[in-house]
């Protein structure tokens, strides 16, 4: 098969891999018919991320058809359409009997905390992605979903992550009737947060970021005030202004460790607001949160160095609150605002790469060219 393989930090191209088989008997093989490029990927792409080896593939947003079952899948049939959340997860463990699929004891021998994660590097369990044209799908009676024949496919595949993540982290602010929640970052996950702040009964909803054409599309999809952090001296204390002095009830934090930016940026904080990532957006949450208020981070973060200002956090008595999405877990009740029109996840997708471009879609992406907000990978028949 033809899959994206990574050669080292910012160099991916396209070459013939193995097909994937089945390993176990409630394995899947999925046909990619449609996957994406995430925020987090360029993580990966930078080389930021710990083992992330040569070889590997990425993606972990896609969605496809079964093109091959174990023999003790009963759930899915070989030709079904499936979207496929980019938590691997087994179902059936202490976490997983919880909901909290992101957490699965039983999916990632390289570490204790996160589960396993399709195409995310050796530290979430070495599974290849679905920036190819088939993927191997471990518990395939537990993640997959078939698609509802009423949802657009664009719809589905970014609800594999993005949306399903930007719902998840304002879920996760606690919003009541009435709070005033400020997202930092408007990519898709920021996007989607500002919509779904909304459906918990914002008040106000305002977002954040330096890239007009971001700002602009979360004003068109999700009817946010904007702020373009470039044009305030300090965010921070606009954002007092904005709020009589006492600051935001919720704060999103849709940005992560590396919004824009590079490894020095990381190492250092030398650079500016949301482009430092680490420790940056963190700590404009932390500041522009009021006394008692509530941090909501969704923004993926990495093994990078942290000046994080928890005593401030301690002191103003906030909520801090944050995990990998349970895909999973946030889909029944998404489907139901998707198919009302509530959430419009394919509303964030701006570019669409054949698989033997994507070389050019990830420099698009990383680089902000082109006004690229979210890119999806279209594979090539097999």
């Not at 999925?30 to 925020?39: D, E, H, P, S």
């Amino acid at each position: 098969m033809r899959a994206m393989v990574y050669r080292g930090p910012y160099k991916i191209r396209v070459e013939e891999k193995d097909k994937p088989v089945i390993e176990h008997p409630n394995d899947a093989i999925v046909r990619v018919t449609l996957a994406a490029i995430c925020g987090s990927d360029l993580h990966l792409y930078h080389g930021l991320m710990p083992d992330t080896r040569i070889g590997h593939t990425f993606g972990h947003e896609f969605i496809g058809v079964v093109d091959e079952v174990g023999s003790s899948v009963r759930n899915l049939q070989v030709g079904d359409r499936v979207m496929v959340p980019f938590n691997i997860f087994c179902g059936s463990c202490w976490y997983c009997a919880r909901g909290l699929y992101s957490n699965c004891h039983n999916v990632n021998p390289n570490a204790t905390a996160v589960g396993g994660i399709y195409g995310y590097s050796h530290t979430t369990g070495g599974y290849d992605g679905g920036q190819s044209q088939f993927v191997r799908v471990p518990f395939a009676d537990v993640g997959p979903v078939k698609i509802p024949d009423w949802m657009h496919d664009e719809d589905a595949v970014v609800m594999t992550d993005a949306a399903a993540t930007g719902y998840f982290g304002a879920q996760l602010g606690d919003i009541a009737e009435g709070d005033t929640v400020v997202v930092l970052g408007a990519g898709p996950v920021g996007l989607t947060a500002a919509q779904s702040s909304w459906l918990m009964g914002a008040g106000r909803v305002i977002v954040i970021d330096h890239l007009e054409y971001r700002l602009e599309k979360a004003r068109t999809m999700a009817h946010a005030e904007t702020f373009n952090f470039t044009e305030y001296d300090d965010i921070v204390v606009e954002m007092k202004k904005q709020t009589d002095y006492l600051g935001a009830d919720v704060v999103i934090e849709a940005a992560g460790a590396e919004a824009d930016g590079s490894f020095l940026q990381h190492v250092t904080g030398t650079k500016l607001k949301l482009q430092g990532g680490s420790p940056i957006a963190l700590n404009w949450a932390i500041d522009s949160a009021r006394k008692g208020g509530t941090i909501s981070v969704v923004g993926a973060y990495g093994p990078v160095p942290n000046a994080v200002k928890f005593g401030d956090a301690l002191n103003k008595g906030l909520t801090l609150r944050m995990n990998q999405t349970p895909v999973k877990r946030q889909w029944p009740r998404m489907f139901e605002h998707v198919r009302n029109g509530y959430l419009t996840p394919r509303e964030t997708v701006t570019h669409r790469f054949p698989l033997e471009d994507i070389a050019e879609a990830y420099h698009v992406f990383s680089a902000k060219l082109d006004g690229c907000i979210k890119p999806l990978v279209l594979p090539s028949a097999a």
